[in-house]
């Protein structure tokens, strides 16, 4: 994943599987979130992910639009 944004040729097909990951991993965040409480997680650390994520899924998408 990560490793194949070295490589331009190679930079779309791993940005997509970043992607893949980082959407497929934001419902658990928000959950995380929501029940942070009962889990012992605390909230600043649970709510601080969601924002986290939205910003990871920006980079990943601006890395692999370049050429």
Do not use: D, N, T
């Not at 040729?9 to 929501?34: C, K, M």
């Not at 942070?36 to 600043?44: D, I, K, M, R, S």
């Amino acid at each position: 994943g990560g490793a194949g944004r070295a490589w331009a040729g190679r930079r779309r097909r791993a940005g997509l599987g970043l992607l893949a990951i980082r959407v497929a991993v934001f419902p658990a965040s928000v959950v995380l979130a929501r029940v942070h409480g009962e889990l012992g997680v605390p909230g600043w650390v649970a709510w601080g992910r969601v924002p986290l994520q939205l910003l990871l899924l920006w980079w990943v998408w601006q890395v692999m639009k370049q050429r």
